[in-house]
């Protein structure tokens, strides 16, 4: 029998069996790279330049993060907002190899000097006495998760690009007579005689009939209507919730003590001196003179005179320290101790230990307390989106909220409220989550429509299983159960018509031929003069004319009138004088509106670059890989 295998096996039909075995086999290990294969793995491509998915995903991170830390903690975003991200993201990518492409084919370089010099005079990067400061440059790369060779390569190609937009910029020049014509349009100021009618002066009127307040409450169905309510029901999966179901185990506290210790009480500080030159030469002259009892203003003037600087950074921890080598060095010395000179990217370093502060612990027990719940907290954030998927599964297998809240051990609520958060008797309602996630709770349920089914939303940091079965539309509340409010809107009403019609009375006198003052007596009002005051009612000043007016006494010629509804009335108004801006004594004025002129030019001729370096590289888009920046 075996010999009868090996005669088989030495065929030209086994051995093209043994071929094709191979290759399915070779095809079911590599499944990815041979569905991939021929496919375009970049985002986009820049003048045949990819723009790859990890390098699109970070900016758009850091850019996210950037919009949140000035939205505030309660935002939160949704897919439109990280569509908008990831495609402005995008576009600043593009833009930058766009430009970076263009300073190439011109031959525009930046050496690592111009790079050190622009970094140390970013005034951001600045300490209290005006010098460059490492500790926060450091803490910006942290903040944006950068590293420093993203940084100085950001740099580099910012410098690289500045030195191209600022040829095209350089050609911007403001007109002398658009310069003057535009000052002289902003700073002309005119006078008027101003007849008011505030609401508080307005006459009694007579009290309404049962007539007049229904058919007031019939017209105004905004002012009297029951806002629209949502029925819900609500589940809210969160970390807090999943806690109870997490274990950690006693290795993996042990595991993570330094990390909680370094978190918790105060880790070692020192006190550290730097000198920065440009040269290795100059770094040991001046770490031979420390050595030999220089003091810091002595070697500060050294380090000057290289070209470098040198400075009391004060207290610093490991963390703290911007270079991971430089900090080794550091922390490895003793106290009074010298580092070698040290190269970074800024330069060349020597670092002095003048104190240690030796780390402070909590007692070790605290510290496992503090790590088990720490990693409990991590756990559970991390099962709460395995469990997510779980409990969109189940609802969308036609479970209700109610079923999959029992199955997932969660607690479910049904409510009724309106875009405020209100139930139907005016009170406030309890949602899941609490304050932090109320905001995001109440947008969940105004945007799932009614009848749609259930689903689960992101919410509060948590997940939302909800259901929307019903709205309830907003309606017009019965007369009887509103009177007292619809009495009173229509005296307030009443009156406002009644100086309405009070000030129109005024102003068609005045245009009829009567002199102002004269048809504002008969109105029973007196005219005030009021101004000079400027065309912009963000410069309004206490007794100019009403910020409402503005608009129409600078549309008019002298003699004529107008009438606006003001914050606590009406008011007419008659121009009486204009008076011109003085160019001649406002050096400054021409001066601030021409430097305005010429950035809008430079802004407006940047822009049309841009955009025609854009349309001249070619730029492709992969669609799909944009998705998952998106949603990354």
């Known amino acids: 029998m075996i010999t009868a295998f090996r005669r ?31 496919q375009d793995n970049a985002v986009a491509r820049v003048g045949g330049e990819p723009i790859e998915l990890t390098e699109a995903q970070n900016a758009a991170r850091r850019e996210k993060q950037r919009l949140q830390r000035q939205l505030g903690p309660n935002f939160e975003p949704n897919d439109q907002f990280r569509a908008a991200v990831a495609r402005q993201a995008l576009e600043g990518l593009i833009a930058a190899r766009a430009q970076t492409q263009e300073a190439r084919r011109m031959g525009v370089a930046v050496s690592t000097d111009e790079v050190r010099a622009y970094t140390f005079g970013i005034p ?30 950001l740099v580099m190609g910012d410098l690289e690009r500045q030195q191209l937009v ?8 403001a007109p002398e007579t658009l310069t003057r014509q535009l000052l002289a349009f902003e700073k002309e100021r005119r006078v008027a005689e101003v007849a008011e009618f505030p609401l508080l002066n307005a006459p009694e009127v007579p009290d309404p009939t049962e007539a007049q307040l229904t058919r007031f409450h019939e017209n105004n169905p905004t002012l009297f209507s029951a806002p629209e309510y949502r029925e819900a029901a609500l589940a809210l999966l969160s970390a807090e919730t999943l806690l109870p179901n997490v274990t950690v185990t006693d290795a993996e506290v042990e595991a993570g ?41 002595t070697i500060k003037a050294q380090a000057e005179a290289s070209g470098g600087s040198a400075l009391d950074m004060g207290e610093v921890t490991r963390a703290t320290m911007p270079v991971a080598d430089i900090a080794a060095a550091v922390f490895a010395l003793p106290e009074g101790g010298l580092t070698e000179p040290l190269q970074s990217p800024f330069g060349w370093h020597v670092m002095k230990v003048t104190a240690i502060q030796p780390a402070v612990e909590k007692p070790i027990e605290e510290l496992r307390a503090e790590t088990r719940e720490a990693l409990a907290r ?38 009724t409220v309106d875009r405020n958060g209100n139930g139907q008797d005016g009170q406030r309602v309890e949602l899941p989550g609490g304050p932090a996630a109320r905001a995001a709770v109440l947008e969940a349920i105004f945007a799932n429509p009614a009848g749609g089914g259930p689903r689960v939303a992101e919410a509060g940091g948590g997940f939302l299983a909800l259901d929307v079965p019903n709205a309830i539309p907003a309606t017009l509340r019965p007369f009887a159960s509103v009177e007292n409010e619809v009495r009173r809107a229509w005296m307030l009403d009443a009156r406002r018509r009644a100086q309405e019609e009070r000030a129109a009375a005024l102003l068609a006198a005045v245009k009829a031929g009567k002199p102002f003052k004269e048809a504002a007596r008969e109105a029973g009002v007196e005219a005030v003069r009021m101004g000079p005051s400027l065309r912009d009612p963000q410069q309004y000043v206490p007794g100019g004319i009403p910020r409402e007016l503005l608009p129409g006494i600078f549309a008019a010629k002298i003699g004529e009138a107008t009438m606006a509804q003001t914050s606590d009335g009406y008011a007419v108004a008659e121009l009486t004088e204009i008076v011109p801006a003085d160019l001649a004594a406002d050096a400054e004025g021409l001066a601030r509106v021409k430097t305005e002129v010429e950035q809008a030019m430079q802004n407006d001729l940047e ?26």
């Open 378 to 415: 991590e756990k559970a954030a991390d099962l709460s989106y395995e469990e997510a998927n779980k409990l969109e599964d189940a609802l969308a297998s036609g479970a209700t909220v109610e079923e999959v809240a029992q199955r997932f051990g969660l607690t479910p609520v049904r409510v």
């Open 124 to 153: 951001t990067f600045q300490g209290a006495d005006g010098r460059f400061n490492p500790l926060i440059l450091n803490q910006f790369l942290r903040q944006n998760d950068m590293s420093e060779a993203d940084f100085t390569r």
């Open 166 to 173: 600022g040829a095209i910029r350089a050609g911007a020049r």
């Open 8 to 38: 088989l096996a030495g065929t030209w039909f086994a051995k093209g069996l043994f071929v094709l075995l191979v290759l399915s086999f070779a095809v079911w290990g590599i499944e990815d790279v041979i569905r991939n294969f021929g």
């Open 257 to 297: 003590l330094e990390a909680q210790r370094e978190r918790s009480g105060a880790p070692e500080r020192r006190h550290v001196e730097q000198a920065l030159v440009t040269s290795k030469e100059a770094a040991e002259a001046i770490r031979n003179a420390w050595a030999g009892g220089a003091d810091l203003a």
């Open 607 to 632: 822009t049309q670059y841009a955009a025609a370096l854009r349309a001249r590289a070619n730029v492709t888009i992969n669609q799909s890989l944009m998705d998952q920046v998106a949603t990354r």
